[in-house]
T-cell receptor, first 112, second 112 residues
């Protein structure tokens, strides 16, 4: 079953602008992860934020997590054409299976 | 370094034919292994996962099965493919249950 809902489903911006994607989930989590997928390829891990963290940065990426609202956001600053891809949030619960529940994703197009 | 290999990249099969997709991991021992299916424009659905040799957990009832004959080998199979088995199949692993997953490049399966 899909736990995450992502918003928006599609986003089109100009190079240099910021892109914000949101993710909501339903159950308690151990961590939340964001992945990127170029068309027809596998997923690449971007950033992991644990349930006791509220914000995390990695380069031009900023992720926030609000466990009271069961939501997360991914901000990509100063976007580039190469950032064009689909972005997915995924939640990981407790236990050692490492299972992820993915959202439906946001398709980002960055126009040069 | 840890790497994952998945093949073939594309596969066209007739309805009713058997299927075998293979995934191998290098650079780690006793990984957790996962098979996902992704419908066009959608998120990933977890099909199977394995936390050890011979240990397979199924997430959704379906026409597929999985096996783990060796520590770093994960196989997705079907005895008779259905049209509904078409999709993009992704294998992934993690060295530790609470770490990000690393994905293969996927297999595009088309059923005719």
């Amino acid at each position: 079953s899909q736990q995450g809902e992502e918003d928006p489903q599609a986003l089109s911006i100009q190079e240099g602008e910021n892109a914000t994607m949101n993710c909501s989930y339903k159950t308690s989590i151990n961590n939340l992860q964001w992945y990127r997928q170029n068309s027809g390829r596998g997923l690449v891990h971007l950033i992991l934020i644990r349930s006791n963290e509220r914000e995390k940065h990695s380069g031009r990426l900023r992720v926030t997590l609000d466990t009271s609202k069961k939501s997360s956001s991914l901000l990509i600053t100063a976007s580039r054409a190469a950032d064009t891809a689909s972005y997915f949030c995924a939640t990981q619960g407790s236990g050692n299976t490492g299972k992820l529940i993915f959202g439906q994703g946001t398709t980002l197009q960055v126009k040069p | 370094s840890q790497t994952i290999h998945q093949w073939p990249a594309t596969l066209v099969q007739p309805v009713g034919s058997p299927l075998s997709l293979e995934c191998t991991v290098e650079g780690t021992s006793n990984p957790n292994l996962y098979w996902y299916r992704q419908a066009a424009g959608r998120g990933l659905q977890l099909l199977f996962y394995s936390v050890g040799i011979g240990q397979i957990s199924s997430e959704v009832p379906q026409n597929l099965s999985a096996s783990r004959p060796q520590d770093r080998q994960f196989i997705l199979s079907s005895k008779k493919l259905l049209l509904s088995d078409s999709g993009f199949y992704l294998c992934a692993f993690t060295g530790n249950g609470n770490q990000p997953q690393h994905f293969g490049d996927g297999t595009r399966l088309s059923i005719l």
